[in-house]
């Protein structure tokens, strides 16, 4: 573990730690590292710089010359562990009082971090329990980052791709109908850039590690609104966001990972009847129907990622005991 100099107890710093979970990021981290470095107040109310490295390849985290500048905390793990586990990981060698999840992906603007730990804790009345900030796509535009609670139709509406065909029909997951120019409180916030008080966390057990990947935030946000907090988004501070960063290489396990997470999700938060519905149209629907527009549109490439990924899920089934948890 690469460890920086503890800041000086006079300085304004220890009012959050940021948890950042890394896996072959490339210089994507760097660049969020820099972007932190760009704005001093925002440093300034670090207590630590959490880096959790899930057994990169690629050299990500040697980050040796960030060390004298940030408060910096950096450890390796020998297998990847996951997402959701990483992050419980990093959030246990803190002790702030906030806690900020973010992506390597994500460059903060100036300011972003300070905002959401003010707004986080301007009014305890509120019960904020997590904050999100607007996130900007590399193109400028504002990102369509937050969303609705999943529900059994939703999740068969998208195997069925009826969210994009028949938008009246099923509204899709993300708020796309909002511009998210104001803040305002939401069902979920992405966890790209995702804010809380420590004591909320802790509440509420942190991530849930069964998500290995995708769907943490979604069942994170829905048992903080279940026990009586609220998320809000803040359009006062802003931040960009790449987006599947690390992911976008490997689609075929992408695929199987958001599956694999949306049937945990399901047998986590849905009736056996709605569980049921979604194990069918994830199974027997989407697939072929994936495999079918692939072809259709002459990629044989993308049909392969399809089968691949669906061959992970298959083999994976027994170990996800679905209705044990439904």
């Given at each position: ?5 503890q800041?000086?107890a ?31 107040e ?37 297998t ?107 069902d ?34 829905l ?13 006062e ?57 692939a ?13 691949s ?18």
């Amino acid at each position: 573990m690469i460890t920086s100099p503890q800041p000086d107890a006079s300085s304004k710093s220890g009012k959050l730690d940021i948890v950042i979970v890394n896996w072959n990021s490339g210089e994507r981290l760097r660049h969020c590292l820099d972007a932190l470095l760009a704005s001093p107040e925002d440093v300034a109310c670090i207590g630590k710089l959490i880096i959790v490295d899930n057994a990169s390849t690629d050299g990500s985290a040697e980050l040796h010359d960030f060390v004298d500048a940030l408060p910096l905390h950096i450890v390796s793990n020998q297998t990847n562990r996951g997402f959701a586990a990483a992050c419980n990981q990093g959030a246990a060698m803190g002790t702030a009082g906030a806690l900020l999840f973010m992506n390597p992906d994500v460059r903060i603007c100036p300011g972003a971090v300070t905002k959401s730990v003010d707004f986080v804790f301007a009014e305890p009345r509120a019960r904020v329990g997590a904050v999100g900030v607007k996130l900007i796509g590399d193109g400028g535009l504002t990102q369509r980052s937050c969303a609705r609670f999943p529900t059994s139709w939703r999740l068969v509406a998208q195997s069925l791709f009826l969210d994009r065909v028949a938008p009246a029909l099923v509204q899709p997951h993300f708020m796309l109908e909002w511009d998210h120019e104001t803040t305002r409180e939401v069902d979920q916030v992405m966890g790209a850039f995702l804010m809380m008080p420590r004591s909320v966390f802790e509440k509420i057990g942190g991530f849930d590690e069964r998500f290995f990947v995708y769907f943490e935030d979604v069942d994170l946000c829905l048992r903080l609104r279940q026990a009586g907090w609220s998320v809000m988004h803040m359009a006062e501070a802003k931040a960009i966001h790449e987006g599947q960063g690390t992911t976008r290489a490997i689609r075929d396990i992408r695929l199987f990972y958001s599956w694999r997470a949306r049937l945990l999700y399901a047998a986590k938060h849905f009736s056996r009847g709605g569980l049921l519905a979604c194990l069918l149209a994830t199974l027997l629907i989407e697939p072929p129907l994936r495999v079918v527009a692939a072809l259709a549109q002459g990629s044989g490439k993308e049909a392969r990622c399809v089968t691949s990924a669906y061959r992970l899920l298959l083999a994976a089934l027994p170990r996800l005991s679905l209705f044990r948890h439904a």
